[in-house]
């Protein structure tokens, strides 16, 4: 994720691509920010400790509004489990004066006309707002996520069905490692590091620095990316960085194999047993066949 | 995506997953809904012109204001190629008055100063704004993006890496077939004919409705999806929804062939090769070493 880098005033002179004429159709796909904002969920079922959860991982405040009996019992896990960051209140939302401090709103009840008063209010406010089961008076959708430390994807399928959004999150998944996120944590370790060796912003620097990043990331794969350490990084730096090269982590640590010929991981065994299956299968055939001659 | 359906007054005595502790650190991902509402674009340059096409793919009226010579070549391709979505303006941001009718507002300028002044200009009026390389005063951030039809993936890494996202976003797309967004079209074809033939909302229908979308989703894989045409879906209504039961695409056709054994791709056949190489290799070495002896 980036908030790019401008350049109003650069002409560039690169052929460009085409224009597509055919988009439309689709949502804005965003990342909000919602670090110590204040989020208000009204109602306290089980749609709500979805939504408490969502919000939970971009470190919002929460305030939840709904009478106890409303209360699904993750909603009330997650009460107990984050004192700090939701306030409980055992009541119905009152009027417009709870929304003014909010920053976001979110409605989880089964009454569609409460929710849309609920949603009048905040577009009176100008508060974002989303109501669960009323999509056309919503500000933004959720989708299927899939999390990974500071690895976040989020599927849509633009309302044509959940169950394909559930099934696009495992496809996604199973190309997936499960290393990706603490790889892409080590990265942004690197880059800090990087950062106070060669401090400043933008420039001839800047742009030395990026482009020296990006040669990593293209050269490392990911198991590599995450064996990154204190000590290795430090060697990677003074190596690398230092001298304008970027050393491959074989190279780094002293060993020079042949990548092609190492079988190290038990993936690449179990690739080769059908191979020595097929090869055993087809001396024992070959040799009963000229045995019985 | 999805509003998602609320409950609060039903609780489920079914046993929750215990509640994470270890949440936060994250991006909120939304799918923002920008249909016909009014877009501020402030700079024209090559940044800009990358917020015109994600704008313009969520359905947004755009104004662009930027001096001519700051305009980029493809904002200028956009400008032409989209007359009825986007209005340009041969000048600079005059003030705030240029906020209060819109629903958003992006910068996209090299003045960080100016950036700055105009973010304050929203926060005030309440308007959603991201600024250009100012991550700090950004509403929210964008993420790599994969887009198929009605399919939009969004990868972030919540600021560590851009390059890692976009090695992210190379490792999904090579994990899609490219047929998911037709399938996921398709779907939505098939639902819609469905409420069609059973309409109403929520109760006792809409969750079998639900249900019976949720097996064909499950029982048929994406390529099959991708042929339902106007004559399949009629059929898959009358030979499946009307007698409760989820029938294959091959039990559709009237075709009743095992899969196991169907060797039609040539794909299939490839992944053979190494085997039966293996197993000639076998004989032919086993056969040898008989015949020395």
Redesign the interface.
């Known amino acids: 994720?980036?908030?790019?880098?401008?350049?109003?005033?650069?002409?560039?002179l690169q052929p460009?691509p085409?224009?597509?004429?055919n988009?439309?159709?689709?949502?804005?796909?965003?990342?909000?920010?919602?670090k110590d904002k204040q989020v208000l969920i009204v109602?306290?079922?089980?749609?709500?400790s979805?939504r408490i959860?969502?919000?939970?991982?971009?470190?919002?405040f929460i305030t939840v509004l709904?009478p106890a009996?409303?209360v699904?019992?993750?909603t009330r896990?997650?009460i107990d489990?984050?004192p700090a960051r939701i306030t409980y209140y055992d009541r119905r939302f009152s009027g417009p004066a709870e929304i003014h401090k909010m920053d976001m709103v979110l409605t989880?009840?089964?009454d569609v006309n409460r929710s849309r008063d609920i949603c009048e209010m905040c577009r009176e406010?100008?508060?974002?707002v989303?109501?669960?089961?009323?999509?056309d008076l919503?500000?933004?959708?959720?989708?299927?996520?899939i999390?990974d430390?500071?690895?976040?994807?989020?599927?849509?399928?633009?309302?044509?069905?959940?169950?394909?959004?559930a099934?696009?999150k495992k496809?996604?998944g199973?190309?997936?490692s499960g290393k990706?996120g603490e790889?892409?944590?080590k990265?942004?370790i690197l880059?800090a590091r990087l950062k106070d060796r060669a401090p400043g912003v933008g420039g001839l620097l800047g742009r030395k620095r990026m482009k020296w990043?990006?040669e990593v990331?293209?050269t490392w794969d990911i198991d590599d990316l995450t064996e990154l350490d204190d000590a290795l990084i430090a060697r990677l730096l003074d190596q690398g960085w230092d001298k304008s090269v970027v050393p491959t982590l074989a190279q780094l640590k002293g060993v020079h194999k042949s990548k092609a010929w190492s079988l190290g991981s038990n993936q690449d065994w179990a690739m080769l047993l059908?191979?020595?299956?097929?090869?055993?299968?087809?001396?024992?055939?070959?040799?009963a066949l000229?045995?019985r001659r």
């Open positions: 994720m980036s908030s790019a880098s401008s350049s109003t005033t650069s002409l560039s460009t085409p224009v597509p004429h988009l439309g159709g689709g949502s804005f796909l965003i990342a909000w920010q919602l109602g306290g079922g089980e749609v709500a979805q959860e969502s919000i939970l991982a971009a470190d919002a709904s009996k409303g699904h019992v993750r896990q997650f489990a984050y989880a009840l089964d406010a100008k508060v974002p989303n109501a669960a089961d009323i999509p919503c500000d933004f959708y959720f989708g299927a996520q999390r430390g500071p690895l976040q994807i989020m599927i849509s399928t633009n309302g044509n069905g959940p169950r394909m959004a099934l696009m496809k996604i199973e190309a997936l990706e790889a892409i944590e990265v942004g880059r990043m990006s990331c293209n059908p191979l020595v299956g097929s090869f055993a299968l087809g001396a024992v055939c070959s040799f000229v045995r």
